[in-house]
């Protein structure tokens, strides 16, 4: 048996959407429209502002293609477009909020039973909540686009408009900060999880490790 072709990269799908191909656009919609959406969720009221303003992205997005550059991640491109709807959006409307995760979430991180991934997904929602309460936007955003959706320091630096250096430093305070955060919620509940298993992200406190 022949092996199956391999999957044309983003960058190929953007070059072909450029020439007029919206099945190529199409792609690329069904590969970052969730992780778009679970981006936007953190930062708008309703999930229903999410989509809306999901949407607008991927329309700004269709509507400026002419001004991406292959060499650069169009998923990073996309983050970009996001995050400065994002901006105006709250210039206008006022201070930022959020909508809840859900225990949807979970079907990232694989489990044996239907226990586990509840237990799981509960932790998974903690962690980022004590994250959201604990750290500033930005630092926010950046444990989020390097730790749920993996960009490189690079990628994240251009979707922040920010220095690598910079992206480093504050990756590393913000760990620094979610890890006292995470203490302090352990110790204020009576039956709470030790802070070292509220991590769904990989070995203990991976998050927290140096880049």
């Not at 039973?113 to 630092?139: G, I, M, Y």
């Not at 690598?164 to 620094?176: A, D, F, I």
């Not at 204020?188 to 991590?199: D, K, S």
Request: proline fraction near 3%; charge should be neutral.
């Amino acid at each position: 048996m022949a092996d199956s072709a391999p999957a044309i990269d983003d960058q190929q799908l953007a070059r072909e959407a450029q020439g007029g191909s919206l099945a190529a656009f199409e792609e690329l919609v069904s590969r970052h429209q969730a992780r778009l959406f679970h981006f936007l969720c953190q930062k708008l009221p309703r999930r229903e502002d999410a989509e809306d303003m999901a949407q607008k992205a991927l329309i700004t997005a269709w509507q400026k293609l002419h001004l991406y550059r292959a060499e650069a991640s169009f998923a990073t491109w996309l983050y970009t477009i996001a995050r400065r709807l994002v901006i105006s959006h709250y210039r206008k409307h006022g201070k930022m909020t959020h909508c809840e995760l859900e225990a949807a979430e979970s079907v990232l991180v694989e489990t044996d039973t239907p226990a586990d991934e509840c237990r799981r997904a509960e932790e998974h929602a903690t962690l980022w909540r004590v994250a959201r309460e604990a750290l500033k936007n930005e630092a926010y955003d950046m444990l989020w686009l390097r730790y749920r959706d993996q960009l490189s320091i690079a990628e994240i630096a251009t979707a922040l408009e920010r220095t690598n250096t910079s992206v480093k430093v504050m990756l590393h305070r913000s760990r620094k900060t979610l890890a006292r955060a995470l203490e302090a919620e352990a110790a204020a509940e009576a039956n709470a999880i030790p802070a070292r298993t509220l991590n769904p992200l990989g070995t203990p406190m991976s998050l927290l490790n140096p880049c």
